[in-house]
């Protein structure tokens, strides 16, 4: 495949992703250089031989450049079939997110692995991807791990009885492993990763694949660094191996500063038999006999435990739409549930993780919480959740609005017992509607909180 690359001073034809089997490296393209693919996704990684590589350097287009290194979707373990359906949601307690009307609604989370197809339970949930195996749109999963992960983070039970951990969130699939390409350049992650962020603004990424290396992985590291630094959170999978010695070996992305890693365990909470161990275990989900959609059927992986923890993140940022990484990590391991050696090892990290107490510790600080809109059949809905020991008596004032002006409003008192929920539904008659709530029904101000909603 050809590609473009447009300088101040001249451009260059040159030929990328089809090199022949040399020894190739991967170069990451410094800002005198733009180059777009056919559908305007942004390349700033591309892959040449060892013959190309003085071209480039004499041009001065090279920000960094390292011998290239490929990926692995984890491998996945038939399960003993024994587990009952999304047993894994009650056993990460999920109940409480839901309750609150929390369940990731229209974050964006990017699944890079092998696309996605659209199943019944998903196709709602599923938005317009890149294939960066192939550069074009085609999204479809030939390998089906990629559609396994997206149900896990967001299925639907529309056709089935399977319901994502956070099944208001959106799926955008960023495809970058096929039957053709089963171990594909670091140099598509690394664009795909980008992409992510900057094509598709998504808040979370989630990476259910891998590779150790013996040399400075720069190019995933630079582009895992450069997704944080714009605010996204960025989830991996720990490996997966039944080689004791290999189980300790580090995986990369998941290995990286600031990733989320993610183990397995099973359903009586005991590392998984596959599941790496060191350092780069964060926390651990369950793994084995996990329900999804498409072509598998119960399988079991970190692949599959990491989606989980994607999902969290797609439900803490719909509690707070500012959360950064860091917040979220913080979070997250700190509320984890504790298993093997008291606090932190390398089976399973902080532990557990716990969606009820990360829920808790991202409220601690809110006594009122309206939970983000959710749409059925012409109707919208948000919870209200009185996160206080008191009596919550206020009033529900709804309405359309332009600007600050809001127009043919109504107002409605609710009585929210202590640590309890109201769920409020509207039928609107416009795409721009606000939900508000004051604390003292008599007075304009002071205004508690409010929400929004924008079609």
Not at 69 to 95: H, Q, R
Not at 178 to 206: Q, W
Not at 220 to 235: E, H, M, P, R
Request: glycine share 6%.
């Amino acid at each position: 495949m050809k590609k473009t690359l447009i300088l101040s001073s001249f451009i260059l034809i040159l030929a990328v992703f089809g090199v022949k089997a040399e020894d190739k490296y991967i170069i990451k393209l410094n800002d005198s250089v733009n180059t777009l693919s056919a559908d305007n996704i942004t390349i700033k990684y591309i892959t040449v031989t060892e013959d190309e590589l003085p071209e480039y350097l004499e041009a001065g287009v090279v920000e960094f450049y390292e011998p290239e290194y490929t990926v692995e979707l984890f491998d996945t373990y038939e399960s003993t079939g024994t587990s009952a359906p999304s047993w894994n949601n009650e056993m990460i307690k999920i109940s409480k997110a839901w309750d609150l009307g929390c369940f990731g609604n229209d974050v964006k989370v990017a699944v890079i692995d092998s696309g996605v197809n659209a199943h019944d339970d998903l196709k709602d949930n599923l938005l317009p991807g890149y294939n960066f195996a192939s550069n074009n749109t085609d999204v479809s999963d030939n390998i089906g791990h990629g559609t396994y992960v997206s149900g896990i983070i967001a299925a639907k039970a529309n056709g089935s009885y399977i319901d994502g951990v956070a099944n208001h969130a959106k799926i955008v699939p960023l495809k970058c492993f096929d039957t053709t390409k089963p171990s594909p350049s670091a140099a598509l992650v690394g664009n795909a990763i980008r992409s992510a962020v900057d094509d598709f603004g998504c808040k979370v990424i989630n990476m259910s694949f891998g590779g150790g290396s013996t040399w400075a992985n720069q190019t995933l590291a630079d582009a895992v660094n450069y997704a944080i630094s714009k605010n996204c959170i960025v989830v991996a999978a720990v490996g997966n191996s039944k080689i004791e010695s290999i189980r300790k070996t580090l995986m990369f992305p998941a290995a990286y500063d600031n990733v989320v890693g993610v183990g397995a365990v099973d359903a009586n909470s005991v590392v998984s038999y596959f599941s790496h161990y060191n350092a780069s275990v964060d926390v651990v989900a369950p793994g084995e006999g996990i329900e999804s959609i498409g072509t598998y059927s119960e399988d079991s992986g970190t692949s599959f435990s990491a989606p989980q923890v994607s999902a969290l993140a797609a439900i803490a940022a719909c509690i707070d739409k500012d959360i950064t990484p860091q917040k979220f990590s913080v979070a997250l391991t700190s509320t984890c549930t504790d298993l093997g050696t008291t606090g932190r090892d390398n089976y399973y990290g902080y532990g557990l993780v716990n969606a009820e107490a990360l829920v808790d510790k991202l409220l601690e600080n809110t006594e009122v919480f309206i939970s983000p809109f959710s749409e059925n059949n012409g109707e919208i809905s948000s919870t209200v959740y009185n996160n206080t020991e008191n009596l919550l008596q206020a009033s529900a004032i709804t309405g359309e609005y332009e600007s600050t002006l809001l127009k043919n409003s109504s107002s409605n008192n609710i009585i929210i017992g202590a640590k309890q929920t109201q769920k409020l539904t509207f039928t609107p008659s416009t795409d721009k509607f606000k939900l508000m709530i004051w604390n003292n029904a008599s007075k304009i101000s002071p205004l508690a909180l409010y929400r929004e909603y924008l079609k």
